[in-house]
């Protein structure tokens, strides 16, 4: 996709919720086999959801804080965008739940884009173009409850990590803002759940944990990561997407501050960082301690790894998410130094 400028945008303010529970990756009795993976993901802890928590009441959170600490009430808000696989119902979606539990007017655009890992440039973007129809505010609701407690699936259960991220965006003068986007659909068996859908149907048999095709113990309404195919795609593309998104902001390389990459894991992020021969410093992660968690976890690296940092005045920021689809985006953000972020355990 061509890169598209996105005038005016303006993220005046963004919070992201962590579960409170932690757990550690690796305790007493680990096997080699989790070590190992601890070390080559590079995750050593991560955060969450407890019992009957859900993704949607962390996104009712932090709607009702950020909506506080930004000094505005639900009259203030136009539209709410909910970007998630975890919603609580198949239908109706999450956005319909929190335009009600959050009590927003009746008048309030609310619906869910389910996306993942590309998810968080995806919202601005769909958010951007609601402003320039007119509407004068949107909260994006980016996230999932991607942790399943108990899974056979040893890789998933080391990777994957709960989080939930609210952002209001508006129109705002000198703001600059750029977007670009791609989508593999024939790369759709990378990353998927075989059971669920109109093509298998959950049936009793779903859920019965077997040696499937790579080798891995699991159920057909378990995620199916290929790891090799996940890898190859995000380094062969993802320093090629850094480096146009640079040139369109008419930078070069070494004057962005930031590059904000979805934390996939360590080894898919040092390469593409390898590839781009930049420092280790314009890289932020928050994979060490906060998981893979999806189309969340831009933001959420922006406000535990770069809070008052990524929001200075003229501090030029470009993010990447890229994964289930195959899909991926990228924003090119330039701050103004009003922009407020916090980070919240919920």
């Not at 005038?7 to 009795?29: H, M, Q, R, T, Y």
């Not at 030029?316 to 972020?341: D, H, P, R």
Request: hydrophobic share 35%.
């Amino acid at each position: 996709m061509k890169h598209i400028g996105l005038n005016n945008l303006f993220i005046e303010g963004l919070v992201s919720v962590s579960p409170a529970k932690k757990i550690n990756v690796i305790k007493e009795d680990s096997s080699d086999k989790i070590k190992r993976l601890s070390r080559s993901i590079g995750i050593e802890s991560k955060y969450v959801c407890s019992e009957g928590q859900r993704f949607s009441t962390l996104g009712e959170t932090g709607i009702n804080f950020l909506l506080k600490e930004l000094k505005l009430s639900t009259d203030d808000v136009d539209g709410i965008i909910v970007v998630t696989q975890s919603p609580d119902y198949i239908i109706p979606g999450t956005a319909v739940l929190l335009q009600d539990r959050c009590h927003f007017g009746k008048s309030t655009l609310a619906y869910d884009i389910n996306l993942g890992c590309s998810g968080y440039p995806y919202g601005l973007f769909v958010a951007h173009g609601h402003l320039m129809s007119g509407m004068k505010r949107v909260l994006i609701v980016v996230g999932d409850q991607s942790y399943s407690p108990g899974t056979t699936d040893e890789g998933h259960g080391v990777l994957f990590g709960d989080g939930c991220t609210v952002t209001s965006v508006t129109l705002g003068h000198e703001h600059s803002a750029h977007f670009s986007c791609g989508t593999d659909g024939s790369g759709l068996e990378a990353l998927y759940i075989p059971h669920g859908g109109k093509v298998r149907p959950v049936t009793r048999d779903s859920h019965d944990v077997k040696l499937d095709s790579t080798g891995v113990m699991r159920s057909g309404t378990d995620v199916v990561l290929d790891g090799p195919a996940i890898h190859n795609f995000s380094v062969g593309l993802v320093p090629d997407e850094l480096t146009k998104m640079a040139k369109e902001m008419q930078l070069e390389m070494e004057e962005v501050d930031y590059f904000v990459l979805h934390q996939a894991n360590k080894m898919i992020n040092n390469t593409i960082r390898m590839k781009l021969k930049l420092p280790i410093e314009k890289f932020p992660e928050s994979l060490s301690d906060h998981g893979n968690t999806s189309s969340a976890s831009i933001p959420i690296t922006l406000t535990a790894r770069l809070d008052g940092k990524w929001n200075n005045q003229s501090t030029k920021t470009i993010m990447c998410g890229f994964g289930i689809g195959l899909s991926w985006s990228t924003l090119g953000y330039v701050a103004n130094g009003q922009e407020k972020s916090f980070h919240l355990y919920d």
